[in-house]
């Protein structure tokens, strides 16, 4: 996750004090205690969206774990220091035993945050949510009413998803907006911006289109390039305005890394003597973060390196718990994440920015490519962005019999 409004906070504090703030920097030089967990805890869902990398729908699904099984995933995240775990799904609230679990939780003290479409929160179940204690809860949408439904395939799914925004707002639980942004609804990101200020909410979470699930299907209806770059200068904006007003909102991005360097140029090209100190913190964080600080478990007890991994399965709780099965590097992927730098080809290898995007995401290569080490198709920065210049290898990927990529490599 890219946290825009930390680094735009620390900019207009610089501005005010004439002193960049120093913030304590995450590190990939060192493994964390444990990673944040994302825990589809139940496939089933009452939705059957366009872009579900889980590609659910509403029926049971067989081998998920019991409760038994999943108290006792719960104790071994505590055991390695977890420092969040999100409960997602599928739907989570369509699973029968999410209670037990969420009170188990916060007996370990650890926190916890749901994922959810809203749909199924009404007054009694926005009084669980808020008695439960969740430290966030994101509700997903698409854009505008019309757009939403077309995505979610559901009529009302919008009314109901910003009701359930409205009835936890009002319990005081710190919500958010989940936002996937394709060339099908770009043209929604302004009046959904313009909506989370109006209704107070706490947090704009833009997800770039990640290829898995049903949202590799629809990797042809991605965002072009173009409008990557007008989006995310609109957050920029956004989220520097908020820091200069000093309002409580936070603007934040995943799925694609080069969202730090493009950051940093955004940065510079406005208040260039901060450029040094932002670099230096955006290295700090160090970009991607599968199968480093960040993990999955699937509702079967797979582990994956983040959930768009569910075609490469680490092991199972069941059999190995997730405190052994995450520091294992005999996994040639798993090696190859937690390496720094990662073992990148193309563009990638040559990037000036390496250090603040760690290569970005490395499933979009493996999905075009068939190899996850090759540069990132998603990467929207051009050549002169990240200071590739003659000779560099690059990867060009062209449509073939609408089934399948072509890659040829080519020199500049």
Known sequence: MFRISQYLRQIAEAERTGVYPSRPG????????????????????????????????????????????????????????????????????????????????????????????????????ADLIAAAGFAYVGISLDGLAATHDRFRRMAGAFDRSLAALRLLHARGVRVGLRYTM??????????????????????????HLNYAGRGNLHRAADAQFQATRQAMEALFERAWQAAVDGR??????????????????????????????????????????SGVHVANIDNLGNVHPDTMWWHHTLGNVRERP????????????????????????????????????????????????????????????????????GGAERVVVTPFSGRRKVVAVVAD
């Open 26 to 125: 995450r590190a990939h030089g060192a493994l964390p205690p444990g990673p944040v967990v994302i825990w589809n805890l139940i496939r089933r869902c009452n939705l059957t969206c366009r872009h579900c990398y889980a590609l659910s729908a509403d029926h049971d699904y067989a081998g998920e774990l019991s409760t038994a099984e999943a108290l006792a995933v719960l104790a071994d995240l505590k055991a390695m220091r977890v420092p969040m775990a999100i409960l997602s799904g599928g739907e989570p609230l369509m699973r029968p035993d999410l209670w037990t679990l969420v009170d188990e939780a916060r007996r370990l003290r650890l926190p916890v945050a749901l994922s959810t479409n809203g749909t199924l929160i009404d007054a009694a179940t």
């Open 182 to 207: 394709t060339a099908l609804n770009a043209q929604d990101l302004p009046a959904l911006l313009a909506l989370m200020r109006a209704e107070g909410i706490d947090k704009f979470y833009f997800s």
């Open 248 to 289: 409580d909102e936070e603007y934040v991005t995943g799925n694609n890394d080069a969202d730090g360097p493009f950051l940093l140029q955004w940065a510079a090209a406005r208040w260039p003597r901060w450029q040094a100190p932002l670099r230096a913190a955006l290295e700090a964080w160090g970009g991607n973060a």
């Open 322 to 389: 997730l405190s052994a099965i995450w520091p294992d590097t005999s996994d040639p992927l798993m090696a190859g994440l937690k390496q720094r730098p990662r073992p990148v080809g193309g563009r990638c290898a040559a990037c000036a920015h390496l250090a603040i995007c760690g290569g970005n995401t490395r499933v979009r290569a493996q999905q075009i490519t068939g190899d996850p080490w090759a540069e990132d198709p998603g990467c929207y920065l051009d050549d002169d962005e990240i200071g590739v210049q």
